[in-house]
C-alpha cells in the first residue's frame, strides 16, 4: 500500500509518501519564515495555499509515482493553528476527492511518535516529544498514549522562538540559538520541576530582563536557556524511566534536532542503563512522512472529517 501524508499544524507545509512496510520514499516541505514577526496564522495559512501544489508535484515525481499508485491520503487534523490546519484539510480534501482516495485524519503528536518507533525498530519506549507548542512525556499502554507530565505554560520551543526574536534572530531561531550557546558561560536562571512536570515562562521572563539590562552576552543567555531547560527535562525523564522501568528513550518533535539535548539525555541514559534514540534531522521536525505513516496505522479507525487545534496525544 502507497500511502500519501500531507502536513500543516503549524509553519510548515510538506507531503509525504511512504509505503505499508514504513519506506520513506519522498517527503518534501516548505516552510514559512518570518525575520521579525514570528508565527502569524494567517500568513502561514496563505503560505500553504500558496505552495500546496508545487510540493505535491515534487513529492510525487521524487517518489516516481502518480496518483494511480497512491492507495490512501492522510492528513494532520491537529493539535495546531486552526488556519493552516484548515487549510492542509481541504487540500487533501481537494486531492481525495478529485482522485477517489480514502481520506483519513490523524493526531500530529501521534505521527511523531509513530515515526520515531518504526524508524528506530523499538518495542516500547517511553518518548519525549518537544516541539514548539509541545513538551510533553509520554508512554504507551494497552494501545493508548499517556501523558506523564508536560509543560505547565508555554511549549520549549516556543519559548525559544519568543527569545529568539527578541535577539533579532528572526523565526525559526532554535538552530541560531544553538549556534550562539557553543559560545557562552552560564548564569544562573529558574529551575522549575513540579513534580513531572516543568515550566518554561520563568526562565523567559528572567533571560529578557538579563538582556534587557545589556550586563549579559546573547551567548551566555542562548548557553544557560539550553543548559537549564534541559537540564529539567533530563531530571524528569529519569524520573519517568525510573517509575515505569522502561530502558528505551526515543526523542522526537523539532527540538529533537539540538545537539546538546541529544547529549545530555544519552549520558542520563548510559548512566541509568538504558537506551537513547533520536530520528533523522529529517524526520525530526514536521514532515508529510510521520503523517503518511500515521495515517497507514489508522485507516481503518473511524474518525469526524475536520480539524481540532487542541487535540491532545491522550484523547486519541
Same mark, same amino acid.
Given at each position: ?8 499544524t503549524a509553519?510548515?507545509f510538506?507531503? &509525504?509518501?511512504?509505503t505499508s512496510?514504513g =519506506?520513506? !520514499?519522498s517527503? /518534501?516541505?516548505?516552510?514559512?519564515s518570518s525575520?521579525?514577526? +514570528?508565527?502569524?496564522?494567517?500568513e502561514i495559512?496563505k ?6 501544489e508545487e510540493?505535491l ?5 521524487e517518489?516516481g509515482?502518480t496518483?494511480?499508485n497512491v492507495?490512501l491520503?492522510?492528513y494532520?487534523?491537529g493539535p495546531g493553528?486552526?488556519p493552516?490546519l ?7 480534501? &481537494?486531492w481525495?476527492?478529485?482522485?477517489? =482516495?480514502? !481520506?483519513v485524519? /490523524?493526531?500530529?503528536?501521534c505521527?511523531?511518535?509513530s515515526? +520515531?518507533?518504526?524508524w528506530?525498530?523499538?518495542?516500547d519506549?517511553?518518548?519525549?516529544y518537544v ?11 494497552a494501545g493508548?498514549?499517556?501523558v506523564m ?5 508555554i511549549g520549549?520551543g516556543?519559548?525559544?522562538?519568543k527569545?529568539g ?12 540559538m544553538?549556534?550562539?550557546a557553543n559560545f557562552?558561560?552560564y548564569?544562573?536562571?529558574?529551575y522549575v520541576?513540579?513534580g513531572?512536570?516543568?515550566s518554561?515562562?520563568?526562565?523567559l ?5 538579563l538582556?534587557e539590562?545589556g550586563?549579559t552576552?546573547k551567548?551566555?543567555l542562548?548557553?544557560s536557556i ?5 537540564a529539567?527535562?533530563?531530571e524528569?525523564?529519569e524520573?519517568a524511566m525510573?517509575?515505569?522501568?522502561k530502558?528505551e528513550?526515543?526523542l522526537v ?6 545537539k546538546?539535548l541529544?547529549?545530555?539525555l544519552?549520558?542520563?541514559c548510559?548512566?541509568r542503563g538504558?537506551?537513547?534514540f ?5 524526520l525530526?521536525g ?7 505513516w500515521e495515517?497507514f496505522?489508522r485507516k ?6 475536520t480539524?481540532?487545534p487542541?487535540?491532545?496525544v491522550?484523547?486519541?
Amino acid at each position: 500500500m502507497i500511502i500519501l501524508g500531507v502536513e500543516a499544524t503549524a509553519h510548515t507545509f510538506g507531503v &509525504g509518501i511512504v509505503t505499508s512496510e514504513g =519506506k520513506v !520514499l519522498s517527503n /518534501v516541505k516548505d516552510s514559512y519564515s518570518s525575520p521579525d514577526k +514570528g508565527m502569524i496564522p494567517d500568513e502561514i495559512a496563505k503560505h500553504h495555499k500558496d505552495v500546496a501544489e508545487e510540493i505535491l508535484s515534487k513529492a510525487l515525481k521524487e517518489a516516481g509515482l502518480t496518483w494511480k499508485n497512491v492507495d490512501l491520503i492522510a492528513y494532520s487534523a491537529g493539535p495546531g493553528l486552526d488556519p493552516a490546519l484548515w487549510e492542509g484539510y481541504h487540500k487533501a480534501k &481537494g486531492w481525495a476527492e478529485k482522485q477517489g =482516495k480514502k !481520506l483519513v485524519p /490523524v493526531n500530529h503528536c501521534c505521527a511523531h511518535l509513530s515515526i +520515531g518507533k518504526i524508524w528506530n525498530k523499538l518495542e516500547d519506549p517511553i518518548y519525549l516529544y518537544v516541539s514548539g507548542v509541545n513538551t510533553q512525556l509520554i508512554f504507551s499502554e494497552a494501545g493508548k498514549y499517556h501523558v506523564m507530565g508536560e509543560t505547565l505554560d508555554i511549549g520549549l520551543g516556543n519559548m525559544l522562538d519568543k527569545f529568539g526574536r527578541v535577539l533579532g534572530l528572526g523565526f525559526p531561531a532554535g538552530a541560531k540559538m544553538e549556534e550562539m550557546a557553543n559560545f557562552g558561560n552560564y548564569v544562573e536562571l529558574p529551575y522549575v520541576v513540579k513534580g513531572m512536570d516543568v515550566s518554561f515562562s520563568g526562565i523567559l521572563t528572567r533571560v529578557q530582563q538579563l538582556y534587557e539590562r545589556g550586563q549579559t552576552s546573547k551567548e551566555d543567555l542562548c548557553f544557560s536557556i539550553q543548559e537549564t531547560c534541559f537540564a529539567m527535562l533530563a531530571e524528569v525523564i529519569e524520573r519517568a524511566m525510573a517509575h515505569t522501568g522502561k530502558k528505551e528513550l526515543l526523542l522526537v518533535g523539532g527540538v529533537g534536532a539540538n545537539k546538546r539535548l541529544c547529549e545530555m539525555l544519552d549520558i542520563m541514559c548510559q548512566e541509568r542503563g538504558a537506551k537513547f534514540f533520536k530520528v533523522p534531522l529529517d524526520l525530526a521536525g514536521d514532515q508529510g512522512a510521520m503523517i503518511a505513516w500515521e495515517g497507514f496505522l489508522r485507516k481503518d479507525e473511524e474518525k469526524e472529517m475536520t480539524v481540532n487545534p487542541h487535540w491532545r496525544v491522550d484523547e486519541v
